[in-house]
């Protein structure tokens, strides 16, 4: 069964440091682009990064830019959002998705084949 699974959000305060997992199953992700989602409550979702099958990574939000990277490994099909200096606006519920497979290059959200169920995170002193 092909699978996406987010884990480890939580609650952290504002500063603080948390390191998103995304776990493949049912397919190799190294073969993928892999981005990084997120919805905050009453807002549309927002791409932030994306990793492409060439491990070449893109920005999307500016909001992130020298805070969050993104990282594979790939003896355990994962690929991680490493997420430092969090600040309260951080919060949402944040998505990992694979898609272009073997085309070296990252997605229009829409494209994205696979998508996990997401995971929380709170920002909150």
């Known amino acids: 069964q092909v699978q996406l699974v987010e884990s480890g959000g939580g609650l952290v305060q504002p500063g603080g440091s948390l390191r998103l997992s995304c776990a493949a199953s049912?397919?190799?992700?190294?073969?993928?682009?892999v981005g990084w989602f997120r919805q905050a409550p009453g807002k549309e979702r927002e791409g932030i990064l994306c990793?492409?099958?060439?491990?070449?990574?893109?920005v999307y939000a500016d909001s992130v830019k020298g805070r969050f990277t993104i990282s594979r490994e790939s003896a355990k099909n994962t690929v991680y959002l490493q997420m430092n200096s969090l600040r309260p606006e951080d919060t949402a519920v944040y998505y990992c998705?694979?898609?272009?497979?073997?085309?070296?290059?990252?997605?229009?959200?829409?494209?994205?084949?696979?998508w996990g169920k997401g995971v929380l995170v709170t920002v909150s002193s």
């Open positions: 998705a694979g898609g272009a497979r073997g085309l070296g290059f990252c997605p229009a959200a829409h494209e994205f084949d696979y």
């Open positions: 049912g397919f190799t992700l190294d073969y993928y682009a």
């Open positions: 990793i492409t099958s060439s491990d070449l990574s893109t």
